[in-house]
């Protein structure tokens, strides 16, 4: 099993920064990708980013040129670094991890609002 904690989430301006963090924990050897969904009022689920255990990462459109992905192998830590947020960016925001099975954190929310 695979245990994943998100943290960083809270209320930003329009414009403004913000960095997820998401910690790993359990059998982490066998993942291969990790990444970022996110869930917003009354929307779906929909992937932000993802990065592999090569280093290589993937945006949605939406995130292109605003988030970044990266990760701590070291630390077993992943990021997200979100910038220019925007009010269409609230969601409650998924750490998620794969390693033939899909293991997930419990969410932070993310508010951009004035």
């Known amino acids: 099993q695979v245990q994943l904690v998100e943290s960083g989430g809270g209320l930003v301006q329009p414009g403004g920064s913000l960095r997820l963090s998401c910690a790993l924990s359990?059998?982490?050897?066998?993942?291969?990708?990790m990444g970022w969904y996110r869930q917003g009022p009354g929307k779906e689920r929909d992937l932000v980013a993802t990065?592999?255990?090569?280093?290589?990462?993937s945006y949605a459109e939406s995130a292109k040129g605003r988030f970044t992905i990266s990760r701590n192998t070291a630390a077993n830590m992943m990021y997200l670094q979100m910038t220019s947020l925007k009010p269409e960016d609230t969601a409650v925001y998924y750490c998620?991890?794969?390693?033939?099975?899909?293991?997930w954190g419990q969410g932070t929310q993310v508010t951009v609002s004035s």
């Open positions: 359990g059998s982490i050897f066998r993942i291969n990708t």
């Open positions: 990065i592999t255990t090569r280093g290589s990462t």
């Open positions: 998620y991890a794969y390693d033939g099975r899909n293991f």
